[in-house]
């Protein structure tokens, strides 16, 4: 499963980075929106961060396919051939991932709350079908099994589009849907920090320094021992 961040703060990304192996960037219009600045001018500080074969996505505004179509060709003429174009999963989407596919033009297919949605765009030609699981389970019904149904739908049907799972709260539903093996997740940095916040683990690591430096002296390690 690869581990995708949803967020365009450049300096979190920087962070998250740093310290985590991920695979490249997820974005929306309410996640720019957060930024607070020029969408491409925070999109193209992405993009030269992570390099131009990295995954960066990058959502459509327009309604109509015309328009989503229009933007789509600007998202890519700026920001490079390995920008995945996210295209809402409704009618006009479905109108615009069609054309776009067809000129070879990588597209996650988005908003999808349920299975025959993500089943739809898969037959459109998208490469990553994104089920946003915790907006699913506020609805009351269950997002991860939403999820789930998507990998199963692809792999019976013989369709090459991958499970891109979105909007995640807690490291349960991200668990779970990597021991299913779905293609990707998309979640926020806070919620990554907090698949290893544990005190548990925080705890652990200090008692075994605890124990060595009160074997051999506080600041001691295995690099500068006498
Ligand atoms: O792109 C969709 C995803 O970012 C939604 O996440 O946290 O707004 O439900 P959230």
């Known amino acids: 499963m690869k581990l995708i961040i949803d967020d365009a703060h450049i300096d979190l990304i920087k962070h998250i980075y740093e310290f985590y192996p991920v695979d490249g960037i997820t974005t929306n219009p309410s996640i720019l929106a957060k930024v607070g600045k020029s969408p491409y001018d925070v999109l193209t500080e992405i993009r030269s961060f992570i390099g131009e074969k ?20 600007c998202i890519v003429e700026k920001l490079g051939k390995a920008t995945y174009v996210k295209i809402p999963s409704v009618p006009e989407g479905f109108k615009a991932m069609k054309a776009l596919t067809k000129e070879g033009i990588l597209v ?18 998208a490469s990553y079908s ?34 891109l799972a979105a909007s995640f709260k807690n490291s349960q539903q991200i668990l ?26 925080t705890s652990a690591v200090d008692d075994f320094v605890k124990d060595f430096e009160g074997l051999v002296g506080k600041g001691k390690t295995m690099s500068n021992l006498q």
């Open 108 to 125: 996650t297919a988005t908003a999808i709350y349920t299975p025959m949605q993500g089943f739809l765009a898969a037959k459109c030609g």
């Open 130 to 163: 994104a089920p946003y699981v915790n907006r699913i389970d506020n609805m009351g019904y269950n997002g991860v099994q939403v999820a789930k149904s998507l990998h199963d739908i692809f792999k019976s049907n013989g369709l090459k589009t991958e499970v």
């Open 54 to 73: 990295a995954e960066l996505h990058v959502q459509v505004i327009a309604k109509d396919a015309k328009g989503m179509i229009e933007d789509a060709h």
């Open 176 to 201: 779970e849907l990597c021991q299913y093996g779905i293609g990707a997740a998309t979640v926020a940095p806070d919620v990554i920090e907090g698949l290893v916040k544990n005190q548990a683990i």
